[in-house]
């Protein structure tokens, strides 16, 4: 017989927005047995950030249920059983495989049909692979990419397997700098490997979209970042790329060659190549921009009953004028409340209004960048002291404000001013000013 579960509300994913929208619909007044989260994973909703820092530590790292959302946002921690008193229907370890959104229903891997009033979207990404750059044998056991629980397991069992033994990482973006710096914190050699001059740095001539983001780094900024890792025994190998893998007779992964002629020895290598949103259930049923799922400022796909959130939608950031597909935590926490208002009561909810936030911990050192990278870069402070930042200036005005090492108040100071846009004259001005621009404004 046609089995058919209906909910009024149903978020597909489960993950870093899907959690935040459970906290949300709960606080909205959602009654028990009508929502429902699916999600392939296996686990509720926890706070991934946490898989290449925290997860990643020699002594008491972190583990479930510790990191489970909202704890993230110093909310409410949402275990399974948080989610069984709110009558919240988890189904965990399952995809789902097709969805029609004209008949408003879901297609389960195990043969279960779902319909819903109301759908969430919040399908995140997954880890682009090697072999999509033309790179085969990425499937070996100590060949690890970063994702999800499962990933970061496998990571941890590899890393403990070669203890003192290289490790190598590909690809020069957050995966790959908190990755390298969380092995190094493991006593495991490392050596880093990416295309560009330096790290989370400007460069379009490697990504895997036309449009993709540029990257935030400047040089100056990588410089200090790419010393400080070189003080802790991690090697750079810029400018270059993994072109195969030498394998023993095990199938394990024993070197990597590299496209300007060297090899590496390793005993492990992580991989982190960027990733590509989850759209393909909704490819030729919903308009798709920038790689993602296209929304309005309510977080509304172009069709009526369905929102999407996180990673995966690409949505009007006010303050730029256009749109932007985020791959930032920070945006899948807001844009879920934001949707989940929006669903919950139209009337009063506006449109989400956001100011892009990303942010990194590495050994003792911690960034928060707020806005746009676009423009020209002042840079402030003292590069040696450990507290320095730039701001970006774009059409006279201030667009992206960068710090590492602040204090609370500061990084309040610098996202406050960045949302004010304020013009911006004398640019050497400015970086005399350095912090205190921010903190007078
Ligand atoms: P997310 O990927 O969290 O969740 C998607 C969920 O959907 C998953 O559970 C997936 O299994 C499920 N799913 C997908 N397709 C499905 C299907 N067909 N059926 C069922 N389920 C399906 N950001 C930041 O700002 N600061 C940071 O320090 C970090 N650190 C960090 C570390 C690591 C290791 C990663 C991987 C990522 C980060 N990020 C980050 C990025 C941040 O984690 C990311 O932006 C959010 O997780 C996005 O949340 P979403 O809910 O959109 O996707
Ligand atoms: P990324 O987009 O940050 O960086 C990808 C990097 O891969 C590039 O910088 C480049 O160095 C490299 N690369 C690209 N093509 C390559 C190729 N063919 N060969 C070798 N190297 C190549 O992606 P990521 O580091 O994989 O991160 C994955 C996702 O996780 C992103 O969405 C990121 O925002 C998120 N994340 C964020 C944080 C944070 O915000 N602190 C931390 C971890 C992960």
Same mark, same amino acid.
Not at 21 to 33: D, N
Not at 220 to 229: N, R
Not at 318 to 332: C, I, N, P, Q, Y
Not at 379 to 403: C, E, P, R
């Given at each position: ?24 619909? &709960? ?24 898989? /290449? ?15 489970? &959302? ?8 949402? +275990?399974?059983?948080? !989610? ?28 279960? &049909? ?10 995140? #990404? ?18 690890? !990419? ?5 990933? #970061? ?36 050699? *490392? ?38 890792? =070189? ?30 002629? /060297? =090899? ?22 919903? +308009? ?51 949707? *989940? #208002? ?56 201030? *667009? ?17 001013? +960045?949302?004010?846009?304020?013009? *911006? ?14 903190? &007078?404004?």
């Amino acid at each position: 017989a046609d089995l058919v579960r209906a909910f009024v509300y149903v978020i597909l994913g489960g993950g870093v927005a899907a959690g935040y929208a459970a906290l949300e619909f &709960t606080r909205k007044g959602v009654s028990p047995g009508e929502l429902c989260i699916i999600s392939e994973e296996p686990v509720a909703p926890y706070e991934r950030p946490a898989l /290449s820092k925290g997860f990643l530590l020699p002594e008491s790292p972190a583990r479930l249920p510790s990191f489970h &959302t909202c704890v993230g946002a110093n909310e409410e921690r949402l +275990t399974p059983k948080w !989610y069984k008193e709110h009558g919240i229907e988890l189904v965990l370890g399952t995809r789902v495989k097709s969805v029609d959104v004209r008949r408003k229903k879901l297609l389960t891997a195990t043969g279960e &049909t779902i319909s819903y009033k109301i759908l969430l979207i919040a399908t995140g #990404a997954r880890a682009l692979k090697l072999e999509e750059f033309g790179v085969d044998g990425s499937e070996a056991e100590n060949v690890c !990419y970063l994702r999800d629980l499962a990933d #970061a397991n496998g990571l941890v069992n590899v890393m403990q397997s070669c203890s003192s033994g290289n490790a190598v990482v590909i690809g020069g973006g957050y995966i790959g700098m908190e990755c390298a710096a969380s092995l190094a914190i493991n006593k495991i050699n *490392v050596t880093l490997v990416f295309p560009e001059v330096h790290c989370i740095c400007l460069s379009k001539s490697y990504s895997f979209f036309d449009e993709a983001v540029a990257r935030l780094f400047t040089p100056k900024i990588a410089s200090y970042y790419e010393e400080y890792y =070189q003080s802790k025994g991690v090697k750079f190998v810029k400018g270059t790329v993994l072109t195969s893998f030498e394998f023993d007779s095990s199938g394990k992964v024993m070197a990597v060659n590299l496209r300007d002629g /060297s =090899q590496l020895p390793a005993d492990l290598v992580v991989v982190g190549i960027g990733i590509r949103p989850n759209t393909s259930l909704f490819e030729g049923q919903l +308009t798709l921009e920038k790689g993602g799922i296209k929304v309005n400022g309510k977080m509304q796909t172009s069709n009526d009953s369905v929102y999407a959130v996180g990673d995966v939608a690409a949505f009007p950031v006010k303050l730029f004028g256009e749109t932007r597909r985020l791959e930032h935590v920070d945006s899948a926490r807001k844009s879920a409340k934001h949707a *989940v #208002a929006a669903i919950m009561e139209p009337k009063k909810s506006g449109e989400f209004d956001y100011l892009p936030f990303f942010y990194s911990r590495v050994f003792g050192l911690s960034w928060q960048f707020y806005g746009d990278n676009v423009g020209e870069a002042v840079h402030f402070g003292d590069y040696s002291s450990g507290t320095f930042g730039a701001y970006w200036i774009s059409k006279g005005h201030l *667009v992206g404000s960068f710090l590492e090492g602040g204090t609370k108040e500061e990084y309040e100071a610098i996202a406050k001013a +960045t949302s004010l846009k304020p013009p *911006v004259e004398d640019l050497a001005e400015l970086g005399q000013q350095g912090l205190n621009f921010a903190l &007078t404004i």
